[in-house]
């Protein structure tokens, strides 16, 4: 236990301190520290923030940004899937398809920008891009590549199907020149191996001299969807005939002198808008390249992109918070829609709104020249009545749905999967003795899933940089206002005390013993003062008048007299007045 002398002389000490401290210059600084904090925090700190984000961002030469635009210093993920049809000879009868999935296989994608022109006036740069794909056998195991696979002929059943679509004038033309230079025509399904079919290549024979032969293998090179090989074959393939090659010529925005155009596409291959659907708005080119976003987006923005190999964009949607390495992120999610029941998608219907894609897809015939459907991959989140059509599909959204977890404020994407599944739109050729009975259905082929995630390298520069100045601002903001609120509340409370005088009026004896609380008797007022050393002293008794008078006897005539009223005569207050 203390001992009672200590404890007063603690009690002592404690208010000599209080004594000494400035109670009003504490409040004042508490008070400018509090609104120093929040005019920091709320608009210098944002305000250089923007700044430093911006100059990071904008693709001018020399920047770490444009470094990175140009060439992106690490591969994309690319996984391939495919779709083994097990009952080919059913589906030849109208029967229901079945499938099997095979896959992935692992690719390395290289994105490449070359012949990069600036143009400041517009504040543009144009480039050439170039994708390349390169297969990694490693994590493809136990795949190789050389597993055969059955699908639906793309030259065979694509071509067929858009001329009895669009030209079927021109059908029994096609149809002699296909029998011939598949030498016969026997189904509408091709058996080959899986690398053949994704970027070998698969030789068409055009040997033939005639005339329907010649003009079916020369709309099918005009068309881009063979590449010459030697004098008499040309050559098919899923990705061969773009790997390595351009991918067209972009000019996109800066960023320099708006940063919210940053990476916006202008124009494509000297096109400012395509020239595919009924309707400008779907003609038109929205978004990005995907590769990067503008800064600064809301929850209520969407990350839009426009891609070539779809003629079109997509917009994805805010889906909530989420989190990735430990850093909180704003988590994205695309949905295909439903063109028939949007009346501003009908441009992408070929007759609204009766015939236009089922919910969840998307028609790429106008873009591919063939009769393909876009969609989630399974059909998931589509029509199910798509799914109901053939058997072996197991749609979940783990492994089947697009997402990108995104900084909003730096507009950073940091994981992200593109997934789009390729169907074949299958309908009877009419009138074909081997074609005539196929079903109508719509047959998966393949499924790409295009995705990066930034590994702790990058996320270590997005944490130092960004977040860790964020979270400095976050703790300047909230000590400041705590301790500038309760320093100047508590300040100027005690300030307040000190300098307020307490005043306490009670009754006293009279200076003859008298009580004061009789009528007329003297009242003594005693008032606390505060003394030089921050004491009080008590102030001396006042008696009044009467009193003086009543209980001396020796006063002064002039005295005695103050309790009397004095006479005055009309003359002596004139002359007094």
Known sequence: MNHPALSVIKK???KMKLENVNFRKMAIICACTLVGGMVFSFGMFPAMLKYMIKQNLMLKPGTQMRGMFEKIPFPLDFKLYLFHVTNPDVVMKGGKPRVREIGPYFFEEWKEKYDTVDNEEDDTLTFTLKNTWIFRPDLSKPLTGDEMITIPHPLILGALLMVQRDREAMMPLVSKGMDIIMNPLTTGF???RVMDLLFDGILIDCSS???SAKALCSGLESEGAVMPFNETHFKFSMFGLKNGTDAGRWVVYRGVKNIMDLGRVVSFNDETEMDIYDGDECNRYIGTDSTIFPPFLTTKDKLWAWSPEICRSIGAEYGGKSKY???PMSFF??????ARNEPEHHCFC???PDICPPKGTIDLAPCLGAPIIGSKPHFYDSDPKLLAAVDGLTPNEKDHDVYIHFQLLSGTPVSAAKRLMFSMEIEPIRDHAVLGNLPTVILPLFWAEEGASLNKTWTNQLKYTLFLGLRFNTAVKWLTIIIGTIGTIVGGFMHYKRTTKMVNVTPVQSVNGS????????????????DSKGGSVTAPVIPSAKDLLQNSRNLPTVIEGLDKPQKVTVTEMQERY
């Open 12 to 14: 002592k000490v404690t």
């Open 190 to 192: 091709l058996t080959t």
């Open 209 to 211: 001299h005639e005339f």
């Open 325 to 327: 390495a430990g850093l």
């Open 333 to 338: 999610k695309l949905d295909f829609g439903d």
């Open 350 to 352: 070929r007759d609204p």
């Open 515 to 530: 009580s004061a609380k009789g009528k007329g008797a003297g009242m003594t007022v005693v008032g606390h003062q505060p």
